[in-house]
């Protein structure tokens, strides 16, 4: 998704053919991890019709398209991820009724029937962070204060707080924090600029320290070996691909400075693995 100041475009890329397929104007779209169906969030819902925020689900072999609501207005949702087995999309809710977002809780949409469930949380502390599936899929995690610093707060599927894992450093935003198999996660390290912190998933322990541009963004987990980052030292910018001696093995795609942070808008790449 592109956005510009006076107009915004969007694009999906087909899991069988590769090309990119263009989703509209002021959409956040998400290709499922089997590549069978896109989901779709209306960016700005002033446009959205009706009393209730809604996602679009595309099933793209056929191109059929189902709306299921999800929450009354003046909350909102954003921030999609797919369940690895395609079946559900977590949507994280937010108030926006002062202009600003805080998070209330999250919504599980189910793909087979087509329903949300929302769930409500005591979030005192998280502010506009994401929610994100767990690994195992029957918790969600997100961002939360720890002390001075920033830690990680499990929630079971109806809202109840069942972990904590303090002062771990800033969690991914942008895709899962947790690697694909689950057993470890990735931050920004608390304690050292310019690098990347591995952690142990079951017991919290530092597994490794990566070394990484000074100017880098997180982006989440490549697969279990590897993760993504923007390099933003140069121009264009790189979305990049790096081991866990921080050495950069594949250039995923160059950015323009002004194209991804810019006064030509703001680009927001996501990724699907699968």
Request: hydrophobic share 35%; with cysteine; aromatic share 8%.
């Amino acid at each position: 998704m592109h956005l510009r100041k006076d107009v915004s475009s969007s694009y999906a890329r087909d899991a069988k053919s590769g090309e990119f397929q263009s989703i509209g104007p002021y959409q956040e779209p998400l290709v499922s991890p089997d590549g069978a169906w896109t989901a779709v969030l209306p960016w700005i819902k002033a446009n959205t019709p009706g009393p209730r925020d809604s996602i679009r689900l595309i099933k793209q072999a056929t191109g059929q398209e189902f709306l299921v609501h999800t929450v009354s207005k003046p909350m909102a949702n954003y921030n999609p991820y797919w369940s690895s087995d395609s079946g559900r999309v977590l949507l994280t809710t937010y108030d926006r009724s002062a202009g600003t977002r805080q998070v209330l809780g999250f919504v599980i949409v189910d793909v087979a029937t087509a329903k949300a469930t929302a769930v409500p949380v005591d979030t005192g502390g998280i502010g506009a962070f994401p929610f994100m599936w767990a690994p195992g899929e029957s918790t969600v995690a997100v961002r939360f204060p720890s002390g001075s610093g920033t830690g990680l707060r499990f929630f079971d599927l109806r809202g109840k707080t069942v972990r904590t894992i303090p002062a771990v450093g800033e969690p991914s935003s942008n895709e899962n924090t947790f690697s694909p198999a689950g057993k470890q996660f990735v931050t920004a390290c608390p304690d050292r600029r310019a690098t990347v912190c591995l952690w142990d998933t079951a017991t919290g322990r530092r597994r490794a320290t990566v070394p990484v541009p000074v100017a880098s963004t997180l982006i989440g987990w490549y697969n279990d070996a590897h993760v993504i980052l923007v390099d933003r030292t140069r121009n264009p910018r790189r979305v990049v691909v790096v081991n866990a001696k921080g050495k950069v093995v594949r250039t995923l795609v160059d950015i323009p400075a002004d194209e991804l942070e810019g006064g030509n808008g703001s680009f927001v790449p996501r990724y699907t693995r699968n």
